[in-house]
């Protein structure tokens, strides 16, 4: 569906379980029999493709149809479906220090340390400053040299002004959210491949759908797991796979 993704196709035979959206042919009784089937007591949103105007649900599509026609009613589709509302709250400072030992242990390193070797760089794009703090001090345990943004305005300057090797986007930002910032990060020829990890205090799979859309690399949850956050850094960052002052195994 996207041109940056590996295009592949599964078999499944458990497609209630799998499936957050189903993509379908009108024009076939047999897929509309599966569909009503599947859809009889968990339902699923249904985009229904064909060639005229149907009446079998709110989403239709006409084919053939174009790709941005797709995405645009793709993002329509999770939205609506996942309801989606602002986060009414943010990381308190007790969850940064207090409740995880590993992270506590993380951040009296940072602090108490100022010898690592920067070799890479990172941008934080998030309103909070306890989340901010947190990821920086993770960040400068491996090495970096870290940059902060409060706003989605301020964070799309410094990203296509300067040379990120990495991107930590909250989705909850004031004015502009952080979709938002990172399909305009993505339009940029020069940070089209930066990888942008989202962070968001949902973990719905909509979410997840409309991070895809707008061209993020990943997903963390907040608040941010320290053995997570380790795993997508060594996996964005193969430098830092054979740093072992990083995190805790």
């Not at 989202?198 to 797991?225: I, N, Q, W």
């Not at 830092?240 to 195994?249: G, I, K, R, S, T």
């Amino acid at each position: 569906m996207t041109a940056s993704r590996q295009r592949s196709f599964r078999v499944l035979d458990d497609l209630q379980k799998r499936a957050d959206i189903f993509i379908a042919n009108a024009e076939s009784a047999a897929v509309l029999d599966i569909l009503r089937r599947l859809n009889r007591h968990n339902r699923v949103p249904v985009i229904y493709v064909a060639r005229n105007e149907i009446d079998l649900g709110d989403y239709q599509l006409k084919r053939p149809m174009l790709p941005t026609a797709l995405l645009k009613m793709l993002e329509t589709v999770t939205i609506a479906a996942h309801n989606f509302t602002p986060e009414l709250d943010r990381i308190g400072a007790a969850e940064l220090q207090g409740n995880d030992p590993e992270s506590n242990q993380l951040i009296n390193q940072v602090l108490s340390s100022n010898s690592a070797k920067q070799f890479f760089r990172a941008l934080i794009i998030d309103d909070s400053p306890t989340v901010r703090k947190q990821l920086e001090l993770f960040l400068k345990l491996l090495g970096g040299e870290i940059d902060c943004a409060e706003t989605g305005e301020a964070g799309i300057y410094l990203a296509c002004n300067n040379d990120y090797d990495m991107i930590f986007l909250d989705v909850v930002l004031p004015n502009v959210d952080g979709y938002q910032v990172c399909k305009t990060i993505r339009k940029n020829r020069a940070t089209r491949e930066t990888p942008i990890i989202m962070l968001t205090s949902k973990s719905s799979p909509f979410d997840r759908v409309r991070g895809t859309l707008a061209g993020c690399s990943t997903y963390l949850t907040k608040p941010v797991d320290s053995t997570l956050f380790k795993e997508v850094v060594q996996k964005y960052l193969p430098l830092a796979v054979n740093n072992d002052a990083f995190l805790p195994a």
